[in-house]
């Protein structure tokens, strides 16, 4: 599940590895997701739900990548669909098995969530109601510089701010890069083309599909009555409707024998794919009922000619043997290092190149050397590098999995330090200063505050101050925009909408440079705006909501029935694994 998630995403991020993935939270992601599924089989089992195996049969079916080019499921399609997604059928039907399951017992618990209108009403003219008011800056830079800082001030601000000033653990390293690119895989031989040929005969044979008219009836008497009037002349769909069924509901198309003894028996599917074009079969029987079938069409699928599809067997047998032979270079390096040889050894009888590295910090950053970039290839390291010791062997780091990697030695590691004082003086005066300044713009905003609050006008309130401050802005949104997803709305704005009328509130300028004073002025609801259709809008939205929460609830409630016991130690380890590549 995780390698696929993995896959999926890098469709997105192409750069993205599996210590990033799992970094995010998506290994604990997984497994809660298995744990719930888990526990959903067994509330399942113990009420006497079961997934038939007809049932993923037709879900495969109907899934579009696995239909050929009529659009009907088409076998070859569906393994060659397998085989490029690294699947096994039964992994797909293991996945269809709980879809199909939390489709049936979330479904009634989803289709049960209703609002009423008399309370999505209230929320409905919240939505329309429009809030106005102003907005001033206080920012930083507009406070007066005062005196310059004491060496007593700057100490005892470093002390206070230890942290700020501490660096990172950083370690430097040395790494040689292996891949495809640096190996020379021979170009396959005829006889190796011919077997993969003859080897894949589902992809590359002759195939045979039929399409029937087909109905399924419950009793053998009216299968019987069915066939002879059929037989005799009638319309087999008109038959059909005359009984209830619709005529998209007794076509298959496009069927193969197997495909077909899968909804069928193997019997009745021998029997069709036996009769001529055209020919009605006789009923027979099977655990579906009575079936009584019309051959309507024959396509017979010649073998594609090997000439044809040479060029991509030889570039699948060559990139299968390049794949072994990246493996066997990556078992020859590490059975090399336990068995003892050195970085410097391995990267020569390799021909391998060296790259090194500054102190890095975690990020791939470099304090000491600030012009620094971290190529692409160290980056998916870091993780690995940072839970490694000087004194360790060297190790094999996967760069993209399965398809590029470094042997990677640690040669320094400086722990976690402040920097001293002395070497970063001008740093730490800066930084006093825009605190000290910060401290008194933040003062400021909040005697402006306090005297709007007690009823002086804004601008009055401002003017005491006898700053040189940014002209008040004026604000106004609906709580509907502000609602929106996505929507940028500034936070000042935002804020009207968590105040009283006529109150003034603080909010941070950006990156921290300063305040925002926050008025309020009005509020605003036209009650005659709030038409039936936006509350049954609104309902409708409600409803979604609901439904979801409704769905969350019955899962905690079966989990709660059905725990499973996470085991945190087994979990770290194959984080760690799955990150490292290594088993511990």
């Known amino acids: 599940l995780l390698n696929r998630a993995l896959q999926n995403a890098r469709e997105d991020q192409p750069g993205l590895d599996m210590a990033a993935m799992i970094e995010g939270g998506a290994l604990d992601e997984t497994i809660d997701q298995y744990m719930r599924g888990e526990a959903l089989s067994s509330f399942a089992r113990d009420n006497g739900l079961l997934i038939s195996k007809r049932l993923i049969d037709a879900s495969i079916a109907e899934i579009s990548a696995f239909q050929g080019l009529t659009g009907n499921f088409d076998e070859a399609t569906f393994r060659q669909v397998l085989a490029q997604q690294g699947l096994t059928e039964d992994e797909v039907r293991m996945d269809l098995s709980r879809q199909t399951l939390l489709g049936l017992l979330l479904g009634p618990v989803s289709a049960a969530a209703e609002v009423p209108t008399e309370i999505a009403a209230p929320y409905t003219r919240l939505l329309l109601e429009e809030r106005t008011g102003q907005v001033a800056a206080i920012p930083s830079a507009a406070m007066p510089e005062g005196e310059e800082p004491t060496a007593e001030e700057l100490t005892?601000?470093?002390?206070?701010?230890?942290?700020?000033?501490?660096?990172?653990?950083?370690?430097?390293?040395?790494?040689?890069?292996?891949?495809?690119?640096?190996?020379?895989?021979?170009?396959?031989?005829?006889?190796?083309?011919?077997?993969?040929?003859?080897?894949?005969?589902?992809?590359?044979?002759?195939?045979?599909?039929?399409?029937?008219?087909?109905?399924?009836?419950?009793?053998?008497a009216d299968a019987q009555a069915f066939f002879e009037a059929v037989n005799g002349g009638a319309d087999?769909?008109?038959?059909?409707?005359?009984?209830?069924?619709?005529?998209?509901?007794?076509?298959?198309?496009?069927?193969?024998?197997?495909?077909?003894?899968?909804?069928?028996?193997?019997?009745?599917?021998?029997?069709?794919?036996?009769?001529?074009?055209?020919?009605?079969?006789?009923?027979?029987?099977?655990?579906?009922?009575?079936?009584?079938?019309?051959?309507?069409?024959?396509?017979?699928?010649?073998?594609?000619?090997?000439?044809?599809?040479?060029?991509?067997?030889?570039?699948?047998?060559?990139?299968?043997?390049?794949?072994?032979?990246?493996?066997?270079?990556?078992?020859?390096?590490?059975?090399?290092?336990?068995?003892?040889?050195?970085?410097?050894?391995?990267?020569?009888?390799?021909?391998?190149?060296?790259?090194?590295?500054?102190?890095?910090?975690?990020?791939?950053?470099?304090?000491?050397?600030?012009?620094?970039?971290?190529?692409?290839?160290?980056?998916?390291?870091?993780?690995?590098?940072?839970?490694?010791?000087?004194?360790?062997?060297?190790?094999?780091?996967?760069?993209?999995?399965?398809?590029?990697?470094?042997l990677v030695d640690v040669t320094e590691i400086a722990r976690s330090a402040p920097q001293p004082l002395e070497t970063i003086l001008p740093f730490v005066q800066q930084n006093f200063l825009s605190d000290r300044a910060a401290r008194e713009a933040q003062a400021v905003a909040a005697e402006i505050?306090?005297?709007?609050?007690?009823?002086?006008?804004?601008?009055?309130?401002?003017?005491?101050?006898?700053?040189?401050?940014?002209?008040?802005?004026?604000?106004?949104?609906t709580r509907q925009a502000i609602s929106q997803p996505g929507a940028n709305i500034p936070e000042p704005v935002r804020l009207l909408f968590r105040m009283a009328e006529d109150t003034a509130k603080l909010v941070r300028l950006p990156q921290d440079q300063g305040w925002f004073v926050v008025v309020l002025n009005s509020i605003v609801s036209d009650a005659d705006a709030v038409t039936a259709e936006l509350i049954e809008a609104t309902r409708r939205e409600f409803a979604n909501v609901t439904a979801d929460e409704y769905a969350e609830q019955f899962v905690n409630a079966v989990i709660a029935d059905y725990p499973i016991v996470r085991d945190e130690e087994a979990i770290e380890a194959l984080s760690q694994r799955l990150i490292t590549g290594r088993s511990n």
């Not at 709007?452 to 401050?469: F, K, R």
Request: net charge negative; hydrophobic share 40%; proline share 6%.
């Open 156 to 220: 005892a601000f470093y002390d206070d701010n230890l942290d700020r000033y501490t660096l990172p653990e950083r370690r430097s390293l040395r790494y040689a890069v292996f891949d495809l690119d640096q190996l020379e895989v021979t170009a396959p031989t005829e006889e190796q083309v011919r077997e993969y040929y003859e080897a894949n005969s589902d992809t590359y044979g002759g195939s045979a599909t039929r399409s029937f008219q087909q109905i399924i009836l419950a009793d053998e």
């Open 449 to 477: 505050a306090e005297k709007v609050n007690g009823g002086m006008p804004l601008a009055q309130a401002i003017a005491e101050t006898e700053l040189t401050l940014p002209p008040v802005q004026p604000a106004r949104a």
């Open 236 to 406: 087999f769909g008109e038959q059909a409707i005359e009984r209830g069924f619709s005529l998209p509901s007794i076509q298959v198309s496009g069927a193969t024998e197997e495909s077909f003894a899968r909804a069928a028996s193997d019997e009745i599917a021998a029997a069709a794919f036996a009769a001529d074009e055209g020919a009605l079969l006789e009923p027979a029987q099977s655990g579906l009922g009575w079936h009584v079938i019309r051959v309507a069409d024959i396509v017979n699928r010649d073998a594609t000619p090997l000439g044809t599809v040479r060029p991509e067997i030889v570039q699948a047998l060559t990139d299968q043997a390049g794949n072994e032979a990246l493996a066997q270079l990556y078992l020859d390096i590490e059975n090399a290092i336990d068995d003892g040889a050195s970085f410097e050894e391995v990267v020569e009888a390799e021909g391998l190149t060296i790259v090194s590295t500054p102190l890095v910090a975690p990020n791939g950053l470099s304090p000491q050397q600030p012009n620094f970039r971290p190529s692409a290839d160290l980056l998916p390291m870091l993780q690995l590098i940072f839970t490694l010791d000087d004194d360790e062997d060297a190790v094999i780091a996967p760069i993209i999995a399965d398809q590029r990697f470094a």
